[in-house]
C-alpha cells in the first residue's frame, strides 16, 4: 500500500507565504512524477503544479511566478512553496503522485488527504 501524506495549509494573509508538504511511504519503487491540485467548492479539482523525477516543472498560469513546486527525490517528497498567496488561492490542496510500485508497475490514483488553505483580504 501507498500512502501520501499532507502537511503545511493553514490561514495566512493576502501576499503572504505557505509551503505545502507531501511525503509518499509504503511499496514504492520510484515515482516519475508528482503534482499538486486544488480544489473549492463549485470548481473541478484543477492542477497546480507537477514535477517529474528529473525535476522537469509545469504550472497553472494562474500561479506561475508565484508558486514553486520542488521535489526530494530521496525522501520520496514534494514541495509547494506559495508566495504572494491571493485570496483566490484559497482552496483543499491535494498532492498526488505517479507511483511505480515495482519495476514496470505504475499507477496515478494516489492522493494525498488534502490541506486547507485560506488566503485572507
Known amino acids: 500500500q501507498v500512502q501520501l501524506v499532507e502537511s503545511g495549509g493553514g490561514l495566512v494573509q493576502a501576499g503572504g507565504s505557505l509551503r505545502l508538504s507531501c511525503a509518499a511511504s509504503?511499496?514504492?519503487?520510484?515515482?516519475?512524477?508528482m503534482g499538486w491540485y486544488r480544489q473549492t467548492p463549485g470548481n473541478q479539482r484543477e492542477l497546480v503544479a507537477t514535477?517529474?523525477?528529473?525535476?522537469?516543472?509545469n504550472y497553472a498560469v494562474s500561479v506561475k511566478g508565484r508558486f514553486t513546486i520542488s521535489r526530494d527525490n530521496a525522501k520520496n517528497t514534494v514541495y509547494l512553496q506559495m508566495t504572494s498567496l491571493k485570496p483566490e488561492d484559497t482552496a483543499v490542496y491535494y498532492c498526488?503522485?505517479?507511483?511505480?510500485?515495482?519495476?514496470?508497475?505504475?499507477?496515478?490514483?494516489?492522493w494525498g488527504q488534502g490541506t486547507q488553505v485560506t488566503v485572507s483580504s
Open positions: 509504503g511499496s514504492i519503487f520510484s515515482i516519475p512524477a
Open positions: 514535477i517529474t523525477s528529473g525535476d522537469s516543472t
Open positions: 498526488n503522485a505517479l507511483i511505480e510500485i515495482r519495476r514496470g508497475f505504475y499507477g496515478n490514483d494516489y
